[in-house]
């Protein structure tokens, strides 16, 4: 069936002025973009735009802990060492398989209503994240939580984690076209020196990509120094991080730019996620300095519990705003870089081709967006991304497709039962607290 977007502007990351025109989407594909002057192409479905509606490539929400969306709320306002202690993990060794489905399915809700077509997850009952992942119709790239911890059965915590992963790996990678699978080693302060070096080693033997938590706090930073007897830096390096293809760091906060100077880390890929960083006040990564240098940026949103939003477009406004006030320049963090950070980058870096952009050929995750409001007034050609990510806001959003099938449309969703995701998270929240 092919979908014809009739006369909306359309714009990516990498374009400096949007396209007013027709989109054709057929076989989940962007079958051809025409300009508004030519004859819009037959279809089985049309969308009239009016030139009152936009569309975007899907975001990709490239750091988050989807089932976290049952611990909201939980531990406001302390430090992350002590918020994770005290509330998190307790009430993490509380889940169910059955909570950790119902809890990313009410997390993908969230998603979908607010244009995200893809998220990069790291917990760990993972094969309940495909299936729901799966069933909604939603892309994920996915990693088992890696961490240390007392041996079961005389076999390592660690051995445990590295096996479940690989099976996640050869059960769930590229199905259906939606997933990926990554090596999911949590962060230097979870996994010893040592394991990491192996599951580097994997990684690299195997081409599985990798996501880890680095640098998200100050804390750490002294801590790699006094555990690991090196700088952060050294640490990358020693353990091979910066040699492996498809090396994913969430957060980064504490990375110093400065290196990319005397070290080659294009193969990396920094997850800024602004809102989570300054909610736990873990600081403010340099981004605008980042920008400058050979590495792969893209944008999250982290668990629920410590945003406490899964909106990417709350993100791409926190990040732009951010920025320029942190380095008092308003030319900080550019609304189009932000725009390829949030949508681009992140399906680049979860090994995803073809998608993030809208370009012909391409694979149609999109987001439509309602321009006919009174905050995108004079919103044209030249300034529609500075409208996106200025003024508007994922309240915006109409319709969220995923290999050019609707997921969400007009508040509908269209393979998920919302009542009933809604329902089974209540009580899985219920049980958790009790
Ligand atoms: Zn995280």
């Known amino acids: 069936m092919a979908t014809l977007f009739k006369d909306v502007y359309i714009l990516d990351g990498e374009r400096e002025r949007a396209q007013r025109g027709h989109l054709l989407v057929s076989k989940g594909r962007i079958q051809s973009i025409l300009d508004a002057d030519a004859a819009p192409p037959q279809a089985d479905k049309v969308v009239d735009g009016g030139g009152r509606m936009a569309l975007l490539p899907g975001f990709v929400n490239a750091h988050t802990h989807a089932a976290m969306a049952l611990l909201r709320g939980l531990g406001e306002e302390v430090a992350l060492k002590k918020w994770l202690e005290e509330k998190i993990w307790p009430a993490e060794a509380k889940l169910t398989p059955e909570d950790i489905y119902w809890g990313t399915a009410s997390a993908i809700l969230e998603m979908l209503a607010t244009g995200t077509t893809c998220f990069a997850d790291m917990y760990f009952q993972m094969e309940c994240v495909a299936r729901a ?6 892309r994920a790239a996915l990693c088992r939580g890696i961490v ?16 479940e992963n690989l099976k996640l790996f050869d059960r769930w990678h590229g199905r259906e076209g939606l997933l990926t699978v990554q090596l999911g080693p949590h962060a230097p302060y979870t996994v010893p020196l040592d394991d990491m070096k192996r599951i580097v080693d994997i990684s690299k033997d195997r081409s599985i990509g990798l996501h880890f938590h680095f640098l998200e706090t100050e804390w750490e930073f002294g801590y790699i120094s006094d555990e690991f007897k090196m700088t952060p830096l050294a640490y990358l390096q020693r353990t091979g991080l910066t040699e492996t293809p498809g090396v994913v760091l969430a957060h980064g906060v504490w990375m110093n730019p400065v ?26 990564m340099p981004l605008d300095t980042w920008l400058d240098k050979n590495v792969g940026l893209a944008l999250g ?76 007034v004079g919103a044209d050609e030249d300034n529609l991304a500075s409208f996106i990510v200025y003024a508007g806001s994922s309240a915006d959003i109409r319709g969220t497709m995923v290999n050019g099938k609707w997921l969400y449309k007009d508040g509908v969703y269209t393979c998920l039962d919302k009542d009933e995701i809604l329902h089974k998270a209540r009580e899985a929240r219920k049980a958790i607290l009790s």
């Open 133 to 138: 992942a799966l069933e909604a119709g939603i």
């Open 148 to 163: 240390t911890g007392p041996p079961i059965d005389g076999i390592s915590k660690i051995d445990r984690g590295i096996e």
């Open 259 to 284: 290196w990319a100077d005397s070290v080659d880390l294009s193969q990396l890929t920094i997850v800024h996620n602004p809102c989570s960083n300054m909610k736990l006040g873990s600081g403010v």
């Open 301 to 376: 949103t982290d668990g629920a519990s410590s945003n406490n939003r899964l909106d990417m477009w709350g993100e791409m406004r926190s990040a732009a705003l951010l920025h320029k006030g942190v380095t008092r320049s308003p030319a900080g963090a550019p609304a189009l870089d932000i725009l390829r950070m949030a949508t681009f980058e992140g399906a680049r870096a979860f090994g995803f081709a073809n998608k993030g952009l809208l370009r012909e050929g391409w694979v149609a995750d999109l987001a439509l967006v309602d321009l006919d409001q009174p905050h995108y």
